[in-house]
C-alpha cells in the first residue's frame, strides 16, 4: 500500500485535503492525524473492518480497545447508552481536550472498536486539524496512537511516517505535538470515578470538579497483583529496546549512583544513556545524555520523554538510566509512562541510605 503524507498547519487549514482523509476514513481506509496528546491512527469507529485493521496495522492485540474521537458534544449522545452527570460536567470543564470518559456503549459501536467490552471510550480532541479531520470522516474515528504496538507513542509525524509506512493510506503531518503524552482516562461506568490511566488532566482537576475520584491501585505500583482496569494498560506498552532502570533519592546521590551504574555497564561492553533532567545533565559520563526538561517543567518533560525514548532505540543504546520525578500533577503521567519503559524496573536510594 502506497501511503499518502499531507501536511495541515493547525493555523492554515486546507478543507480539500482533509475532505479527501475524510473520504479515505468513510470508505473504510485508516489515516493518522495529530491531536493535542500524541499522533491517532484513525479509522471508522463504527465500522467494525476498519477497527479490525486498525489491530493489524499496529499489530496490536485485539482484546485492547480503542477511544472512539467524537468532534461535537450531541455526538456523545448516540454511540453511548446514558450521558450521567458527571460526564456532562467533566465535557464541559475539559472537552475539547486531552480527558477520555469510559461510558456504557450504544448497540452502534461494534464489539471489535471496544475489544469485545460494553463499554466505549469517547475523547473530543482540541488540535483543530483533529476536529476538522473527525468532522469530514463523519464524526466518528476511532484512534489508538499511530504507533507499532510497543513502540512508544509517536510525537512526531517522522515517527508515524517510520511505524506506518506502507500499512495505512494516509499520514497528516501537523508538526510537533504539544502535550505529549495519551489523553487521562477516566472510567464513569462505577460509584465513582476512577482514573484508568493519567494524563495531563490530573486527579486533582477532576476532584475539583467531580468531588471523589479514585485511581486505578496499579498505576505507579509495580508490585500491585490487581490487573489494571483498562486492558491497554496490561500490556508492556511504550519500551524501548534498551535496558531501562529509574533512580529516585537527593539529586547528588542519584548522579553518584548512576554514574557507577554507568560505569559497570560500560566495564561490560554496554552503550550507555541517561534520562537526565537539565540541571543535572553535564554530571553524567555516559555515552549518551539527553536532556528531558528541567525539573521546574514537567509539561516540557512530559513533551519530550517519548520522542527521547525513540531516540535512544535509534542509536542503539543498550543500558539506560533515568532520573525519576515527583508524581504530582503531571508528574503522575510522567512516572507512571517512565515506569512502564522500564518493565517497573526502579531503585529508590531514599529506603537504601
Ligand atoms: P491508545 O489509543 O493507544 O491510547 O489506547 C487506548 C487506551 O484506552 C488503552 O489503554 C485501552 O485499554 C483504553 N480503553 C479503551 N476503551 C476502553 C474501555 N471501554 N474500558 C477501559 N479501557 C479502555
Ligand atoms: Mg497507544
Redesign the pocket.
Known amino acids: 500500500m502506497r501511503t499518502e503524507v499531507i501536511i495541515q498547519e493547525e493555523n492554515r487549514i486546507d478543507n480539500t485535503s482533509l475532505t479527501r482523509a475524510g473520504d479515505i476514513i468513510r470508505r473504510g481506509g485508516l489515516v493518522a492525524f495529530p491531536t493535542e496528546t500524541v499522533y491517532?491512527l484513525g479509522g471508522d469507529g463504527l465500522n467494525p473492518e476498519s477497527s479490525r485493521k486498525i489491530y493489524e496495522a499496529k499489530g496490536r492485540p485485539s482484546d485492547?480497545?480503542?477511544?472512539i474521537h467524537i468532534c461535537r458534544m450531541e455526538d456523545l449522545y448516540s454511540i453511548v447508552k446514558e450521558v450521567p452527570e458527571s460526564a456532562k460536567k467533566l465535557a464541559e470543564a475539559f472537552w475539547p481536550g486531552p480527558l477520555?470518559m469510559?461510558l456504557p456503549k450504544a448497540d452502534c459501536v461494534p464489539k471489535e472498536t471496544?475489544?469485545g467490552?460494553d463499554?466505549?471510550?469517547v475523547r473530543m480532541p482540541s488540535h483543530k486539524v483533529a476536529l476538522a479531520f473527525i468532522k469530514e470522516a463523519g464524526g466518528f474515528v476511532a484512534?489508538?496512537?499511530a504507533n507499532l504496538s510497543g513502540k512508544p507513542?509517536p510525537t512526531l509525524a517522522k515517527y508515524v511516517v517510520e511505524d506506518m509506512d506502507g500499512r495505512i493510506d494516509m499520514i497528516i503531518d501537523g508538526g510537533d505535538i504539544a502535550i505529549g503524552l495519551?489523553?487521562t482516562?477516566v472510567?464513569l461506568t462505577g460509584e465513582v470515578p476512577m482514573i484508568?490511566?493519567p494524563g495531563y488532566i490530573t486527579l486533582e482537576m477532576l476532584q475539583d470538579v467531580l468531588g471523589e475520584v479514585t485511581c486505578d491501585p496499579t498505576l505507579l505500583d509495580g508490585t500491585c497483583t490487581d490487573r489494571p482496569?483498562?486492558?491497554?494498560?496490561r500490556y508492556r506498552h511504550y519500551a524501548p529496546k534498551g535496558d531501562m532502570l529509574i533512580v529516585e533519592g537527593s539529586s547528588d546521590a542519584v548522579v553518584s549512583a548512576i554514574n557507577k551504574m554507568v560505569a559497570e555497564s560500560k566495564a561490560q561492553g554496554l552503550k550507555t544513556g541517561v534520562i537526565a533532567t537539565a540541571e543535572n545533565a553535564e554530571k553524567y559520563d555516559a555515552d549518551v545524555v539527553k536532556i528531558v526538561g528541567s525539573r521546574q517543567e514537567a509539561t516540557a518533560v512530559a513533551a519530550s520523554l517519548y520522542r527521547i525514548l525513540r531516540e535512544f532505540d535509534d542509536e542503539e543504546t543498550d543500558a539506560i538510566y533515568s532520573e525519576s520525578f515527583a508524581t504530582d500533577g503531571i508528574g503522575q503521567a510522567i512516572m507512571n509512562r517512565l515506569l512502564k519503559a522500564a518493565g517497573h524496573k526502579y531503585k529508590n536510594l531514599w529506603e537504601d541510605a
Open positions: 491517532g485492547n480497545p480503542l477511544i477520555t469510559i471496544t475489544g467490552l463499554t466505549v471510550a484512534a489508538p496512537s507513542s495519551e489523553s482516562i472510567d484508568l490511566r482496569k483498562a486492558p491497554g494498560m
